[in-house]
């Protein structure tokens, strides 16, 4: 009987309280959703809601529940956003204020 390969992944999670990081040993062709899954993090925080808000990525690139893992990826599971970062960059610019990116005028 042949041994399946197994990986090392993480499965990540992060609120402004409290991170958690679960490393997991899964099979070589382990998807992104199974290994969410065997990380049991979703009794964990149960506010995750992978098929409407939470999006996924592995090392802060976006991907499909689908996907493959490879050995050494990180699983990120990420909170809706509260503000749209170009909304909140328009206001600044309709009220006058300079942003905070770059160097300043001396």
Known sequence: MATKELITVEVAYARPDSQ???PLKVAAD???N???ELSEILERFPEIELM???KVGIF???TKLDATLRDGDRVE???PLIADPKEV???RAAEGKATKKGGGSL
């Open 77 to 79: 599971i990420y909170r």
């Open 30 to 32: 382990c998807t992104v």
């Open 20 to 22: 958690l990081i679960i």
């Open 34 to 36: 199974t290994a969410i």
């Open 60 to 62: 802060g690139k976006l």
């Open 52 to 54: 409407q808000s939470n």
């Open 89 to 91: 960059r328009r206001r």
